[in-house]
């Protein structure tokens, strides 16, 4: 099925265009394609799904069944910056509790919450496969490992500088 | 295939290769339980209430994936295998509400069942249940999420079984839930069968929510009034003041030839019988002009006065009857037989839907040619050619469905529209809307007939070595174009053919004589036969089709005009003034467009208000029972029977009653049964029930079935609820003279949810209507919102 | 990125590019890569499967079924194509191993793959990632690229005549995706859902098609099998379980970090030695040798061999090789709440089972956990493990139901000190962890 007008950049419409080319069954392609969506777009919103749904050639009603059970998924905004910390046991051993704890207190929001200025989203995940460098947190897809409230800290205090970076530079 | 032996619980069961454990355990008698499975549609091995024990296999297996296999041997009730079923009721009860008080599955309930017998009757959580509030998905389909128990039932017979893909399952572990296709509503069929399949009730219908508990209604199995296809639907009924009401339909049984299925009409579309606007009291038309209430006496006094007048002075051939294609054979019968005997006419028709005339001439003398609607759910490869089955007849459309998913059967079809069943189909080919006669033509080897292409060409191939194949038309073809049609398939070795029409009786209406050049059977009107015989004097010329009466009355030569559950006046158009000279009598349920022009109107029954038999468009001949009951109005049946004593005919003439052994009965018929209906079952299928009332159709039916070969069917079968075949019809037409013969066939185009005049007196069909009309608007809406910002 | 550690006892097979740029094609190839693939194109699928029967390597995604074996089962002649499907959906709590592969030495993903296609004669593979290893996709994606690039995958590889694709494919986050035949669902774009068995996967896999579905590390070990031969890999392990495997330690020791040890190796050693035993002087309280669903060990069961069959006689599981240590102040029930609401939060929610069980133990051991247990708690939380145990519908359900009973068994005394509105005995808890 083709898609007369996207919603989504050229690049990603074309990457799109080839990825349902690379599998015996178009199908295959949906799970990335949702989760590349969601890079860009921040989250899978009703427009995506129309257009993913038509681009796969299901109904809307089957993708939102697929959308629905991979937690990576998401059809509401999170924050610029999604900071998902693991609590799972081996992080939980070495302290992952607290730093969600400090999390929650720092940014002022509780789980699955976004900061009202849109920045900061905060989840409690599952295993992320860090368990010997825990505690760990993934802030988006990056890795920060064995943490500490302070390291925690510097991370947050990085991503808010890298806005304000990003803001001078288009400025520029 | 080979059959294989095994035991289960000590107890040994042959059952052939590949048959699943728990089909295999059903059929002898030991009972596995489960949620998920459902015999047709795709194993889930979910609820885990069929585990069984297997020797050899250290866990236990689901009886409902396992295919039995030599010498397995099974335990299906072990203390450990009861504790396991008791386990998971006891994990499905954590959540689901044990508000059986109020839930209209109460009392036919398979939790409750289980969990009846397999105890789990403690309950040791402290946390509360999960509740949410129940959601209304359409004007058919309510949703309480906390009831449901996940067996995704509902989900598969919509997408596997209705091929509607309406229903989803979303999140995941305790979060996951049945969710409808466009969010907070369904955008679907509405053929309520996620509701009927639902296990518990966690889906309800609006139709019959909260009105009653199960064990306060009677149930009666009779036919549907809507389509052709003629499906069996189980009423169930509650007395109220005036009567008995309908206030459900289902066929959970899974008895007679639809199955479990029904579609939006035969589950929902009885409510047209309360509506507000039906007739309860004859009406007469009085010096003023109006209409008005009469007594019984007066009004039917009245239009038999009226009626012989017309008939002494002018002649049977200034009179005219209009029948009906959903009144019961013995009503048709009785009807062309008051016209012909007591009216002395031939003008009798009715509104055709398809030309079963030509198609009775086309197979004249071929055995085993036509098709019964069973054989569209096993034949390996059927030609569709016209129609939309999915629209028109949505009981073969299952039954297609259902023969390509389960038996890869080959659907082949043309058509000149983007019909649903395009879906299912092997092969197709688009040919244009006044190809179809071309196509046969094309098919045949005649390139020319059709402008073909290579798919086309590859399309007749694949149809020409078809063996066995099942050639289903619609109204597209008419006189010479079915010739030709059955021709070409006669030529395929084992073809079988069905012609579909669009009323549930509208087979019965043409086999009955509703026609004004054929008498029953098919029996041209210029050689009577047997029914000189049995009738005496016959009018022996053709008389008018319903047009030609139309014509004649708006040329003032229609003395009267007698309509029996039909509304010619809208269907065709007819100026209200043609009918200003005619004498005009109607029996229907409502004032329609025909009925407001009447002198007379008599209130009738509908078909699940009395008893007899209908034929369904593929010639399968069924039992209607009487189920409901409407004080003031009174069965077709009953009132030619009157108007033709009021006439000064001899009831016994036209009803032989009277007549028979005499015995104790009891109560023979409507909403009882037991014993003496059993009893006397016996006596009406042996002939030996004595009709004591003129009313009584199985009367009629004696004689129909005496003078109609046709129809001499098993009577024990066909009053058990069976489907009986008829077989193909009579030889008698004359070819030479069919062929300036004009077919009449005017196709109804009925969607799934019109249903002609009736139709627009259901509410539900109604309510379906408009929610999707407001619902598109809204989406209209939106959508140049969205342009405009 | 995740950093490495080493021990004299570790056995670098596996991990023997770790650390040294093999992700770069060229250094792979000047550590000795893609030599197995080329003896393999060359030596035939006969010789492959009975190398892999003979090396004793059996699966390292839990189960520990034997490699060779399982490639044994794909028939011969198909009428529709094969494949392999390398899974890389690591998932199980303290399990962290393929993630180093995968940074470290894709290319041996890669190289596994191709003899894994060869054996069973299938053209394509595909190489599933869990959603979260975003930066290893990248990696993986230019490994392909450059595999590509140099022949090694597409038509004719290495010059055989032989075609070969490999897809890498990202999953967006489901634990259930790691059984085989869900993630067959979840790759054909479909909800994670198991597939009913029979049909196995070697017969009726990923499109209708015979599949081999091997874990990545166990992929990643092809290559070093036909590296240094069946015989040589066989004998670094222990009896009926060839080779090495990474170990993943985590929780309360010193030294925590993905070690490559001999199958069979000691636990306590592995614990006390190699990984720096337990800090600040604390005791051991239990030991979860192979990844959350593996029953807790106690103390005085660690003095065993760490392959398949002995730590099955232990009465737990080798599992995934995450080998989670718990001091003496850890709060046991804690520690099984926070197992449960995993699973809990993983249960795909097919069976009656596995959801609504996973969650009654995750609510009774909530309220237990915070003060509001009673007595009949604890035997109501073993009823309901024990009542799952064995009946779902694919192993999630055994996977949660196994360590609650462990935990009850073992620690049933550490449940009824939480009895009676009684605080915590361990005061640290975080408030999150209740939620």
């Given amino acids: 099925m083709s898609v007369q007008e996207t919603i989504f950049t050229s690049e990603l419409a074309a990457r799109f265009d080839k990825l349902v080319t690379i599998y015996p069954l178009r199908r295959s392609a949906l799970v990335p394609m949702l989760l590349y969506a969601q890079d860009e777009k921040g989250y899978l919103s009703d427009e995506v799904i129309t257009e993913i749904a038509q681009r796969i050639g299901i109904t809307e009603l089957d993708t939102r069944n697929v959308i629905s059970y991979y937690s990576l998924l998401r ?20 302290g992952a509790n607290e730093i969600f704890d400090h999390c929650k207190k720092t940014l002022g929001i509780g789980n699955k ?60 | 295939m080979a059959d294989v032996t095994f035991t289960v619980d000590g107890k040994q069961i042959t059952a052939p290769t590949g048959t699943l454990l728990i089909d295999a355990c059903r059929k002898v008698g030991i009972e596995i339980p489960a949620f998920c499975y459902y015999p047709g549609l795709s194993l889930q091995a979910a609820c885990r209430m069929c585990l069984v024990r297997i020797e050899k296999i250290p866990k236990l297996q689901t009886a409902c994936t396992t295919p039995v296999a030599e010498g397995m041997i099974v335990a299906t009730e072990t203390d450990e295998i009861k504790q396991a079923r008791k386990a998971m009721l006891e994990l499905v009860l954590g959540n689901h509400p044990l508000d059986c008080p109020v839930c209209d599955a109460g009392g036919e309930c398979e939790l409750q069942d289980m969990t009846f017998k397999y105890g789990a009757a ?57 969710a409808p296709n466009k969010e907070d509503h369904l955008e679907c069929e509405e053929c309520g069968a996620c509701i009927d399949i639902c296990p518990v009730g966690a889906l309800t219908s609006g139709a019959y929510r909260y009105k009653t508990r199960p064990w306060e209604m009677n149930h009666v199995a009779t036919i549907c009034t809507h389509c052709g296809d003629g499906c069996k639907t189980t009423l169930g009924l509650r007395s109220v003041d005036d009567g008995v009401e309908i206030i459900r339909g289902d066929n959970r049984d899974k008895s007679g030839i639809n199955g479990d299925f029904l579609c939006i009409k035969g589950r929902y579309s009885f409510d047209f019988a309360n509506h507000k606007d039906r007739l309860t009291k004859p009406l007469v038309r009085r010096p003023d002009g109006n209409l008005a209430p009469a007594t019984w006496e007066e009004a039917l006094d009245y239009a038999g006065k009226r009626l012989a007048e017309v008939r002494d002075t002018r002649g049977g051939a200034s009179i005219g009857v209009i029948g009906s294609n959903r009144t019961t054979n013995e009503e048709n019968y009785l009807l062309q037989k008051f016209a012909r005997k007591v009216l002395g006419t031939n003008n009798i028709d009715h509104h055709r839907t398809a030309d079963y005339t030509s198609f009775a001439r086309a197979l004249a003398g071929h055995q085993d040619r036509a098709a019964s609607l069973r054989d569209a759910g096993t034949a390996p490869a059927i030609l569709l050619i016209g129609n939309d089955p999915t629209q028109q007849h949505p009981m073969l459309a299952w039954n297609l469905r ?40 094309y098919l045949a080897g005649d390139d020319s007939a059709l402008a073909g292409t290579e798919s086309s060409a590859a399309f007749r191939e694949v149809i020409r070595k078809e063996e066995n194949l099942l050639i289903l038309f619609g109204s597209e073809y008419r006189g010479r174009d079915i010739d030709a049609l059955v021709n070409f398939g006669l030529g395929l070795p084992n073809a079988k053919f069905a012609c579909l029409s669009d009323y549930n009786n509208s087979r019965g209406a043409a086999d009955m004589g509703l026609m004004p050049d054929l008498l029953p059977g098919y029996q041209p009107v210029a050689s009577p036969a047997q029914f000189a015989d049995e009738y005496g004097n016959l009018p022996q010329t053709g008389g008018l089709d319903l047009i030609a009466m139309f014509d004649a009355a708006s040329r003032g030569e229609l003395g009267a005009l007698y309509v029996v559950g039909s509304n010619p006046v809208s269907r065709y158009n007819i100026a209200p003034g043609a009918l200003k000279d005619t004498f005009l009598v109607v029996q229907d349920m409502f004032l329609t467009e025909t009925a407001v022009l009447a002198d007379v109107v008599l209130p009738a029954a509908n078909l699940y208000e009395k008893t007899g038999t209908v034929t369904n468009t593929y010639g399968d001949l069924q039992l209607v029972k009487k189920a409901a009951d409407k004080a003031g109005v009174r069965s077709d049946f009953e009132l030619i029977v009157r108007l033709a004593d009021r006439m000064g005919a001899n009831p016994k003439e036209l009803v032989s009653y009277g007549i028979g052994m005499r015995a104790d009965l009891g109560q023979s018929r409507g909403v009882q049964s037991g014993e003496s209906d059993r009893h006397a079952v016996w006596l009406a299928a ?82 379906v209507m408009e929610s999707r009309e407001t619902k598109s608007a809204g989406a209209a809406a939106t959508t140049s919102l969205d342009v405009s910002t | ?81 094969k ?41 394509m593979g595909f190489i599933y990632l869990r959603g979260e290893y975003r930066y290893l996709l990248k990696i993986i994606e230019r490994a392909i690229e450059d595999a590509y690039a140099k022949g090694f995958l597409g038509k004719n590889i290495f010059g055989s005549g032989r075609d070969f694709d490999i897809v890498s494919h990202t999953g967006a986050g489901a634990y259930e995706v790691g059984e085989e035949s869900a993630l067959m669902e979840s790759l054909e774009g479909k909800r994670g859902i198991p597939r009913i068995r029979p049909p196995f996967p070697a017969v009726v896999g990923l499109y209708g098609g015979p599949t081999v579905i091997n874990n990545a590390e166990t992929i990643a070990t092809v290559p070093h099998v036909l590296r240094i031969g069946s015989a040589e890999y066989a004998k670094l392990g222990s009896e009926r379980n060839g080779g090495t495997r990474l170990f993943c330690l985590s929780g309360h020791v010193q030294r925590p970090g993905v070690y490559e040890l001999p199958m069979g190796y000691n636990l306590k050693k592995m614990i006390y030695e190699v990984a720096g035993g337990i800090p600040g002087g604390k005791q051991l309280k239990a030991v979860v040798p192979g990844g959350s669903s593996t029953p807790v060990l106690l103390p005085s069961e660690i003095d065993i061999g760490m392959d398949f069959d002995q730590v099955a006689k232990a009465g737990s599981m080798l599992g995934s090789g995450g080998v989670v240590v718990l001091d003496e102040s850890v709060c046991m029930v804690e520690f099984a709440l926070r197992t449960i609401k995993f699973y809990q939060h993983e249960s795909c929610g097919w069976c009656i089972p596995c959801r609504e069980g996973t969650d009654w133990l995750k609510k009774t051991l909530t309220r237990f956990h915070s003060g509001g247990g009673v007595n009949k708690d604890i ?50 808890t975080a408030e999150s962890v209740l939620v």
């Fill in chain 1, 75 to 94: 059809t509401q905004p999170a924050g610029r910056y999604h900071v998902q910390v693991c609590t799972n046991i081996s992080c939980m051993l070495r």
């Fill in chain 3, 1 to 81: 990125m995740a950093n490495l550690v080493s021990h004299p006892d570790v056995v670098p097979l596996l991990s023997m590019r770790f650390g040294k740029g093999a992700s770069a094609l060229d250094r792979y190839l000047e550590l000795e890569g893609y030599q197995s693939a080329r003896k393999a194109l060359e030596m035939g699928p006969e010789w492959i499967i009975s190398e892999m029967k003979a090396s004793g390597l059996r699966g390292r995604g839990g189960a520990g079924f034997p490699t060779g074996m399982k490639w044994s089962f794909v028939p011969k002649q198909s009428e529709k194509p």
């Fill in chain 1, 113 to 172: 919450q976004t900061t009202p200025d849109g920045m900061f989203s905060l989840e409690e995940v599952e295993c992320i496969g860090a368990c010997s460098w825990g505690p760990a947190a993934q802030v988006n897809y990056d890795y920060y490992e064995n943490l500490t409230p302070e390291e925690l800290d510097k991370v947050l205090e990085k991503c808010r500088a890298s806005v304000v970076q990003e803001g001078k530079g288009s400025q520029a």
């Fill in chain 2, 122 to 178: 403690e309950s040791f959580h402290t946390e509360m249940k999960q509740h949410r509030e129940e959601q209304q998905w359409s004007p058919v389909v309510y949703f309480d999420r906390p009831r449901c128990i996940l067996c995704y039932r509902c989900v598969r017979v919509c997408g596997e079984g209705m091929d509607v893909w309406a229903l989803g399952v979303q999140n995941r572990g305790v979060t996951s839930i049945i």
């Fill in chain 2, 686 to 767: 042996n002939h030996l029930e004595p009709k004591l009332s003129p009313f009584d159709p199985f009367a009629i039916l004696d004689e129909i079935q005496r003078l109609v070969p046709d129809y001499q069917v098993d009577r024990l079968a066909l009053l058990a609820g069976n489907d009986e075949r008829t077989v193909p019809p009579l030889v008698h037409i004359d070819n030479a003279s069919s062929k300036t013969r004009s077919d009449g066939v005017l196709p109804a185009q009925d969607t799934l949810f019109t249903s002609g005049t009736l139709g627009r007196y259901s509410s539900i069909l109604d309510e």
């Fill in chain 2, 402 to 441: 259902t023969n390509v998913r389960l038996n890869r059967a080959r659907l082949y079809v043309a058509n000149h529209a983007e019909i649903k069943l395009l879906r299912q189909a092997r092969a197709s080919l688009a040919i244009p809307q006044d190809g179809y006669a071309g196509l046969i033509g």
């Fill in chain 3, 83 to 123: 494949y392999v499907l390398v899974n890389g959906d690591e998932s199980e709590p303290g399990t962290c191993k393929d993630r180093l592969i995968f940074e470290h030495d894709p290319h041996s993903v890669i190289e596994g793959t191709i003899i894994a296609g060869l054996a069973i004669s299938a053209k």
């Fill in chain 3, 379 to 428: 035997d109501n939380i073993k009823y309901l493990a024990e009542n799952m145990l064995g009946k779902t519908f694919c192993p999630l359900g055994d996977a949660a139901a196994m360590p609650t009973i462990a935990f009850i068994k073992k620690f049933r005394k550490e449940f009824e000190d939480h009895l009676d509105g009684k605080p915590c005995p361990y005061a640290h």
